[in-house]
T-cell receptor
Framework: GAVVSQHPSRVICKSGTSVKIECRSL??????MFWYRQFPKQSLMLMAT?????????EQGVEKDKFLINHASLTLSTLTVTSAHPEDSSFYIC???????????FGAGTRLSVL | GNSVTQMEGPVTLSEEAFLTINCTYT??????LFWYVQYPGEGLQLLLK?????DKGSNKGFEATYRKETTSFHLEKGSVQVSDSAVYFC?????????????FGGGTRLMVKP
């Protein structure tokens, strides 16, 4: 149980294009989803927290207009990197938790490469 | 604020050696503590957790005990395998009143050689 699916696993795009990453909870209702960014050989940096049906809460320094987060249902959240540039290249990981739980279940991550 | 400190890696061991990865935390209150493991190119998997002082989390031969007096949650395994090679993250969670957010340590890379 508690499976989180993240898609795509890898994406290569041209500079200036937008990329959407999906995060789905397959067997539970994810009341809260989290989006992280991970640089090589570093820890995870929380970008934003989203609760179903509400606007995402972004961490300090994360551009809201750059990283659009939607959590329209209890099983799906999306992260859209708008007008991507090479400096946005990174490993993006989502996680999800259900109501009353302090455990986050992680997706497998998306490696974004912007050319 | 809350923080987690892990021993820096990489930790290189031979197969069947004993593993300890140190983790200490600073928190205002009583966090839940977690160890996550990340295999190359993948997301994080929950390895074990403990929710209160003196609790011992265990899974797949790994153990960690929540030590309130030393604010520690060291990860141990009696006999490592090559397949245990991964990055291990210690983390704390202050609960729903704090948004259930995880605070991660910097991660410790473990390399196990045959």
């Amino acid at each position: 149980g508690a499976v989180v699916s993240q898609h795509p696993s890898r994406v290569i795009c041209k500079s200036g294009t937008s990329v959407k990453i999906e995060c789905r909870s397959l067997d539970f209702q994810a009341t809260t989803m989290f989006w992280y960014r991970q640089f090589p050989k570093q820890s995870l940096m929380l970008m934003a927290t989203s609760n179903e049906g509400s606007k995402a809460t972004y961490e300090q320094g994360v551009e809201k207009d750059k990283f659009l987060i939607n959590h329209a249902s209890l099983t799906l959240s999306t992260l859209t990197v708008t007008s991507a540039h090479p400096e946005d290249s990174s490993f993006y990981i989502c996680s999800a938790s259900h109501l009353g739980s302090n455990i986050q279940y992680f997706g497998a991550g998306t490696r974004l490469s912007v050319l | 604020g809350n923080s987690v400190t892990q021993m820096e890696g990489p930790v290189t061991l031979s197969e069947e050696a004993f593993l300890t990865i140190n983790c200490t935390y600073t928190a205002t209150g009583y966090p839940s503590l977690f160890w996550y493991v990340q295999y190359p190119g993948e997301g994080l998997q929950l390895l074990l957790k403990a929710t209160k002082a003196d609790d011992k989390g265990s899974n797949k031969g790994f153990e960690a005990t929540y030590r309130k007096e030393t604010t520690s949650f060291h990860l141990e395994k009696g006999s490592v395998q090559v397949s245990d090679s991964a990055v291990y993250f210690c983390a704390l969670n202050m609960g729903p009143n704090a948004g259930n957010m995880l605070t991660f340590g910097g991660g410790t890379r473990l390399m196990v050689k045959p």
